[in-house]
Nanobody, 121 residues
Framework: VQLQASGGGLVQAGGSLRLSCAASGRTFSRHAIYWFRQAPGKEREFVSTISWGGGSTYYAGSVKGRFTISRDNAKNTVYLQMNSLKPEDTAVYYC???????????????WGKGTQVTVSS
């Protein structure tokens, strides 16, 4: 599975962005897809995940109620809709894939290059 994240940018606090994670590979539909983020000087942290069938979604407490993850297996794409953005959401956002549901960075089998999200106050 190869992953490519896009959609980052600069937005004011309270604004919205939609990230996309485009995947290639025949096993995409059998992997849960994840979003992680890493702010300068901080460890990479779990943001959200969606199961391979799309029936289960999970969010970090810091983004729950503001971010929504979805997937379109026909397009091999996962989306992260981010609303009510805050300056503390500023980070490089990465998509990743794993055949299991977990929040552990070390359990990801595949990673895409990140996309920068900057939220100004």
């Amino acid at each position: 599975v190869q992953l490519q994240a896009s959609g980052g940018g600069l937005v004011q606090a309270g604004g919205s962005l939609r990230l996309s994670c485009a995947a290639s590979g025949r096993t995409f539909s059998r992997h849960a897809i994840y979003w992680f983020r890493q702010a300068p000087g901080k460890e990479r942290e779990f943001v959200s995940t969606i199961s391979w069938g799309g029936g289960s979604t999970y969010y970090a407490g810091s983004v729950k109620g503001r971010f929504t993850i979805s997937r379109d297996n026909a397009k091999n794409t996962v989306y992260l809709q981010m609303n009510s953005l805050k300056p503390e959401d500023t980070a490089v956002y990465y998509c990743a894939a794993s055949p299991i549901i977990t929040t552990a960075v070390r359990s990801m089998d595949y990673w895409g290059k990140g996309t920068q999200v900057t939220v100004s106050s």
